[in-house]
């Protein structure tokens, strides 16, 4: 359904695209050619979400559902937002890569990035996993200087992704609860919010260590209650 959607706005924006603007960061950045980054390096990511699914095959249905919400949302930037491609850009060679891309993304579907926002999206659904995190951190990075570097994307896309996407994940949080907490009894991760904490998952009584209700006779911080050693004298004396 999301797909669907994202490709009827990418369509609709292309069809009505209009002038483009000008960007302070593109007007000084030099042009060069990065398709690598932005065709082989999306199928890369996708193979590594693939194995990363497999892996931890408790996360999936989150996933799915917050990377659908993803393209959901995007779709319907892409929508409102018909600015002209930066004239001086980078075509990348047409060939069955880049048609099968341009399923997803056109000359028109600008904002926000996606080469920026999915990386980002799936280093916070893996953000216990400190490696997955810091490669997918990395992934969005080199991402976004790819598709500024080919002048593919404007600046505000890029950044505009940056602060959208941890918004849509902590809507999925609140919109899949339920996949969410079953992710979390097979070993998923905490929410973002709960990140920092000690692990989240199902323990037994034995490994959660409790504290003695209080000081126990003869141990430290035990008093005998007043009177009692007195009157034990006393009897013993009579």
Same mark, same amino acid.
């Given at each position: 359904g999301s797909l669907g959607l994202n490709y009827a706005a990418s369509v609709y924006a292309n069809?009505?695209?209009?002038?483009?603007?000008?960007?302070?960061?593109?007007?000084?950045?030099?042009l060069l050619d990065t398709s690598f980054i932005v065709n082989q390096g999306a199928v890369v990511f996708a193979v590594a979400v693939a194995? *990363? &699914? +497999?892996?931890y095959p408790g996360r999936v249905p989150f996933l799915v559902k917050s990377v659908a919400l993803f393209v959901g949302v995007r779709a319907v930037f892409i929508s409102l937002t018909h600015l002209g491609v930066y004239p001086q850009h980078?075509?990348?060679?047409?060939?069955?890569?880049?048609?099968a891309l341009a399923y997803f993304s056109t000359?028109?579907?600008?904002?926000?990035?996606g080469h920026t926002g999915l990386p980002l999206l799936m280093a916070l659904i893996f953000w216990d996993r400190r490696s997955?995190?810091?490669?997918? *951190? &990395? +992934?969005?990075?080199?991402?976004?200087?790819?598709?500024?570097?080919?002048?593919?994307?404007?600046?505000?896309?890029?950044?505009?992704?940056?602060?959208?996407t941890p918004t849509i994940y902590r809507l999925a949080e609140w919109c899949f609860s339920r996949d969410l907490a079953f992710g979390l009894t097979n070993g998923f991760t905490q929410p973002v919010h709960d990140r920092g904490l000690a692990p989240v998952g199902p323990q037994t009584e034995t490994e959660i260590p409790r504290e003695p209700a209080g000081p126990w006779p003869g141990g430290p911080g035990w008093s005998e209650p007043a009177g009692v050693g007195s009157g034990a004298t006393s009897r013993g004396e009579g």
């Open positions: 069809a009505h695209q209009s002038n483009f603007v000008r960007d302070v960061l593109l007007d000084r950045l030099p194995a *990363l &699914a +497999a892996r980078i075509v990348p060679p047409q060939d069955d890569l880049t048609q000359n028109g579907s600008l904002f926000f990035s997955i995190r810091m490669a997918f *951190l &990395a +992934a969005s990075a080199v991402a976004s200087a790819g598709v500024l570097l080919a002048h593919l994307h404007y600046t505000i896309d890029v950044l505009g992704a940056v602060f959208i």
